[in-house]
């Protein structure tokens, strides 16, 4: 079947996408009985006499089938011998032939044939013990399939006329969202979650071979933007046209885009596959990102490599797999090609791949293992697995060592851009991998042409541990002066990292996560501890933080038992030079040698503002330098617009950081421009004090908690108060004319002793810091009315918090203002 298409319009109904993504609910577009509204009588038609001419023609008709739980799918194909030019004189040997995606088929045959009353609509019942649904055609002879039922489930079947001029092509598949995890609340009824859901497509042509015009049925039959051909490329096995979003739809919310590969009737196999991403800017939910596929595959090719195996073999099975890596290397990947490691074996030696191999981002590279357990590949002193301007890539389930971080000198996974252009290559994913003994990086996404780099990137479920300088990273060009960024939408998930050492670079070292030269990324369920202890530079290791970056949030994550070595910082998390529009949540962070939750520029950096940190908690932090919330500013007038709001910072006085403080400012230049803290517990022991900020530097504070077990401190501007009372005299806890704050116990369930979490456990099983029914934390704060979907432990708020401190105990009040 050639597919060479370019956008014309068809007429209505001939054909239709139902790209049921994420959330759309399942669009059943066929008629309904009542729809079709025919006066039918109860008498069954007689069959008459055919013409020869009749006999001879055959209609057909192929469609798609759904049911309303989404749970099959499958093709449909109508044959009516002698046609539908008079329906009633059906021929009794039409059948109705449904295929489901797991293979099997069911057979429907004419079971009663019934006329309207007063027109000349006929309505045809096909049936069988396991399939049935009624049929009847317009004036215009498209068909009408309704009352579908599949094995007692209620169906929809859309279905085009497939003619020598109109060639219909059937297609089913899934499609899942890539960003809807921890999402609050389901969208029209349906859960949001990342797992796959099924998608029909009904593709049909003018003329069979040179038009398309797909639309897709989303919500309530709302139709999409119309699709247009980008290009379209041949090789000697397949034909690759890409597609996206056109112009004239009606949803110009939704954006998707994708790659149809097949073969042409004269290669004598033909086949096709379709795949793309699309994203929904959907009203409150922010942008949601998903991709889909087709049930329907063209072969690719897959290559196997085992240790019984040998590199004079073709590699094509795991009776004839390759022993080494070194023919990979030899080898241009095209998209949709696999390479499988035999689980178990160990294999030495390096991957390369370049702009040849890979770079189709609807039809990715596979790199993975085969069998059972996991392969490993040895790469010795040299790289892991390193693709050089190249995407559209899968690593999944491999192991990629290093001969150790003191002895490798690369790093573990790496790829880089620097194409001309600002040239972002699109998709790669890495996932439940093991990546430890290099020097350099164990993961890095990696860029340096002003705004060339990465988008679509997933780094989930790997481990990460026992490398020199970082665990899991992003970098690009960086200018100071430059605007946009080199990489888009990077999403680091459940991924745990540690034992990053660090050494003396002259610069930081040691960092678990750092993501740079970013927009839109997000960094989450993620555990970071143990790092740090080599680092010798004073603007040290952090254990997840961004720099340089814009629209990016940090949540649902622990970092512990950071080191600043010989140098300074080893905090926990960070928003560091030049991030924008930073929302930094749910996290816990405990026991570093650094603050525990920071913002802060650096000299050279671009400008900082619109930074959020909420609903954390802090245990311990800060033993040799910093405090529980850290700001420090190396930039003249460029940081701004900060918000520290509804966390827990409990903070026990280190012998070696005796300027501890729940909330502290380094002396440096001015921090001072729309800087506040509200409803934060700041909780104070060992003789450490509640807030340290120099003088010339401004912070404005308002519905906090203040407990201190010994002398009540806050330094402020040069000066120490010791009340809350006394403190108000800066016009601090001052809120709207009226006094705010509170100077009290909290009442936590069991401050100081909240120990680990862990890795794979969700940081809200942290229950020491849950506030008792009786605390004074709770009503007294002041009123956040944007604070964000929940609290630290999954509480939701509705519109509205007003306890302080990382637990809402008192959601009450915050649903009742939300039903006013």
Known sequence: MNFTYYLKAIPSGRLALNLIAIFFSLVLTACSAEEISLELEEETIEENDLTQEDKLSTTTYKGIFATKSASTRGEFLLKIPGGVKNLKN??????????????????????????????????????????????????????????????????????????????????????????????????????????????????????????????????????????????????????????????????EDLEWSGVHRYTS????????????????????????????????????????????????????????AWNSIANLNEIDLQPGDQILFKGGEEFSGNLYLDSNDANNSANPVLISSYGSGTATINAGDDFGIYAYNTSGVKIDKLIIKGSGMNLNTNSGIMF??????????????????????????????????????????????????????????????????????AHSNIIVRNCEVFNIKGYDRNKHSGNGIVLADVQNSVIEHSTVYDCGSGNTNCGGPVGIWYWDADQVTIQYSEVYNMSSGSGCDGGGFDFDGGVTNGVMQYNYSHDNDGAGFMAGQFGGARPMKNITIRYNISQNDAATNGGSVYLFNGNNNSMS??????????????????????????????????????NNILYAANGADLISIPEGYDGYFAGNLYYSDSDFSINYKGNIYNSLESFRNTGNEIYNGASSGTEANPLLKNPGKGGIIGYGNKVSNLDAYLIQSSSPAINTGIEITEPGSRDFYGNVLSGFSNDIGAHQVDVTKSQEVAMK
């Open 90 to 251: 059906i021929n009794q040997e039409s059948i109705g032939k449904l295929s489901i995606t797991s293979g099997e088929s069911f057979i429907a045959e004419v079971a009663e044939v019934r006329q309207a009353e007063k027109t000349s609509d006929v309505m045809v019942q096909f049936d069988s013990e396991d399939f049935s649904f009624k049929f009847t055609v317009d004036e215009n002879n498209n068909p009408l399939l309704s009352d579908v039922v599949f094995k007692k489930q209620e169906g929809s079947i859309i279905a085009s006329e497939q003619t020598a001029n109109n060639t219909v092509t059937p297609v089913t598949g899934t499609y899942k969202c890539t960003n809807c995890q921890d999402q609050d609340s389901p969208l029209n009824g349906i859960e949001l979650n990342n797992q796959e859901r099924t998608f029909n497509m009904l593709l049909t042509t003018m003329d069979g071979t040179t038009s398309i015009d797909i639309q897709a049925l989303v919500l309530s039959l709302q139709e999409t933007e119309l699709i247009s051909q980008r290009s379209c490329t041949s090789n000697s096995n397949y034909t690759f046209c890409v597609y996206g979003s056109g112009l004239n739809g009606t949803n």
């Open 641 to 678: 617009d900060i918000y520290v709001y509804n966390n827990t910072l409990y903070l026990s006085e280190q012998t070696s950081n005796r300027a501890s403080a729940n909330i502290r400012y380094i002396y440096w230049k001015p921090v001072r421009e729309n800087i506040n803290f509200f």
């Open 416 to 485: 880089y851009n620097d194409l001309d252009g600002d040239i972002k290559l699109d998709l790669i994913e890495i996932t439940n991998t093991e990546v430890y003994g290099f020097k350099d990086y164990g993961i890095v996404i990696g860029a340096y042409n002003r705004n060339s780099g990465y988008s679509n990137v997933l780094i989930e479920n790997n481990r990460v541990h026992d490398c020199l300088d970082t665990g899991i990273a992003s970098y690009g060009h960086f200018s100071s002066s430059k605007t946009g960024y």
């Open 265 to 320: 009737a004269e290669s004598g196999n033909t086949c096709a596959t379709l795949a793309g991403n699309f994203t929904l800017n959907y009203q409150d939910f922010g942008k949601i990102a998903g991709e889909f596929k087709s049930d329907s595959t063209c072969p690719d090719n897959t290559y196997f490599i085992s240790n019984t195996g040998n590199d004079n073999n073709t590699g094509l099975s795991p009776e004839d």
